[in-house]
C-alpha cells in the first residue's frame, strides 16, 4: 500500500509563488506515474500536471507556464512548483500515483491519492 501526504499549501496573494510537496511511502516511487490534480469549491476535480518515471512532463493549459512539476526519486518526494497565481487557481490540490502511463490526465488511472493540501490565493 502506497500512502501519499501533500504538505506546502496556504495563503497567498495574487502573483505570489508557492511549492507543494508530497512524499511517498511507497519503496518503487521512481517507477510510478505522479500526478496533481485540484478541486476548487462547486467545480470537479481537474488535472494539473504530470510527471512520468522518464522524467517527461505535461500540464494543463490553465497552468502552463505557472507552474512546474519536478519529482526527486531519492527523496519519494514530487513537488509542484506555482508560479504568478491568480484566485482561480485556488483549491485543494491533490497528488496521485499509477501504476500505469496511459491517459495520465484521468482520475481514474491512478491508484493512490493524497488527502489533499489547500491553496487559496487572494486577490
Known amino acids: 500500500q502506497v500512502q501519499l501526504v501533500e504538505s506546502g499549501g496556504g495563503l497567498v496573494q495574487a502573483g505570489g509563488s508557492l511549492r507543494v510537496s508530497c512524499v511517498s511511502s511507497?519503496?518503487?516511487?521512481?517507477?510510478?506515474?505522479m500526478g496533481w490534480f485540484r478541486q476548487a469549491p462547486g467545480k470537479e476535480r481537474e488535472f494539473v500536471a504530470v510527471?512520468?518515471?522518464?522524467?517527461?512532463?505535461a500540464y494543463a493549459n490553465s497552468v502552463k507556464g505557472r507552474f512546474t512539476i519536478s519529482r526527486d526519486n531519492a527523496k519519494n518526494t514530487v513537488y509542484l512548483q506555482m508560479n504568478s497565481l491568480k484566485p482561480e487557481d485556488t483549491a485543494v490540490y491533490y497528488c496521485?500515483?499509477?501504476?500505469?502511463?496511459?491517459?495520465?490526465?484521468?482520475?481514474?488511472?491512478?491508484?493512490?491519492w493524497g488527502q489533499g493540501t489547500q491553496v487559496t490565493v487572494s486577490s
Open positions: 510527471s512520468w518515471s522518464n522524467g517527461n512532463r
Open positions: 511507497g519503496r518503487t516511487f521512481s517507477a510510478y506515474l
Open positions: 496521485a500515483a499509477a501504476l500505469r502511463y496511459d491517459a495520465p490526465t484521468r482520475g481514474a488511472t491512478y491508484n493512490y
